[in-house]
């Protein structure tokens, strides 16, 4: 292993419901393309947005259901979601 700073590799972790994990989706990217509109090939522009994409699309079929309670958000969530 090592660091190689002409490379880029993005990750990203998620552990759902919120409330009581159960399960986690692992998501990474190997040399990711920069997203038309964003400005970064970051984790939080292409691995996060697809981390909730998977979850949104498994979760049903695990028979875990959308918690939208904004007020069990910490305030610095909601302030993020709002921007």
Same mark, same amino acid.
């Given at each position: 292993?090592?660091?190689d700073e002409t490379r880029l590799v #993005?990750?990203?972790? /998620?552990a759902y419901p919120y409330s009581d994990p159960e399960f986690i989706v692992f998501v990474t990217y190997d040399e990711p393309n920069r997203a038309e509109g964003h400005p970064r090939a970051t984790a939080g522009w292409n /691995? /996060?947005?697809t981390a909730g994409d998977?979850? /949104?699309?498994i979760a049903p079929i695990l028979g875990v259901k959308r918690n939208t309670d904004a007020d069990r958000l910490s305030p610095?969530? #909601?302030q993020e979601a709002l921007r």
């Open positions: 292993g090592g660091y #993005t990750s990203f972790v /998620a /691995a /996060a947005p998977i979850i /949104a699309r610095f969530s #909601t």
